[in-house]
């Protein structure tokens, strides 16, 4: 099921990120708080599985509940499912190509977008 595949998917992108140095830098003040008051090992689980249900909500959330409201607004569609399910999508495709710029500024994901596919032309050759 969704849970389960989640669960196992979390671990693995945790095995996946022990190999992966990290860089120093000095705990604020907040995370030695945070530290003292439940420890370093229950923090790092903490932090994954509210990311989990953030990134959860905020996809359900940015994919499917705006969309649909933002389709709501347009007078007329109530009445046409066929073309309301087609604004809808359009309203999907533009949220997600404006996410895809916008998460495209950063350092790490412009990373990611220029060694993408890297394995597959190698495998190719």
Aim: proline share 4%; hydrophobic share 50%.
């Amino acid at each position: 099921n969704f849970g389960s595949s989640m669960v196992s998917g979390v671990k693995a992108l945790m095995y996946s990120a022990d190999f992966f140095p990290e860089e120093a830098s000095e705990p604020s003040k907040f995370e030695k708080w945070l530290e003292q008051k439940i420890g370093s090992e229950k923090i790092e689980k903490v932090v994954v599985y509210l990311s989990v249900v953030l990134g959860i909500a905020l996809s359900v959330g940015l994919f499917i509940l705006l969309p649909t409201l933002l389709a709501g607004f347009i007078p007329g569609l109530k009445e046409r499912a066929v073309l309301r399910s087609l604004v809808e999508g359009l309203f999907r495709i533009l949220i997600f190509l404006a996410y895809m710029i916008f998460i495209s500024k950063t350092p790490d994901m412009k990373r990611v977008f220029s060694y993408h596919g890297a394995e597959h032309k190698t495998i190719r050759c």
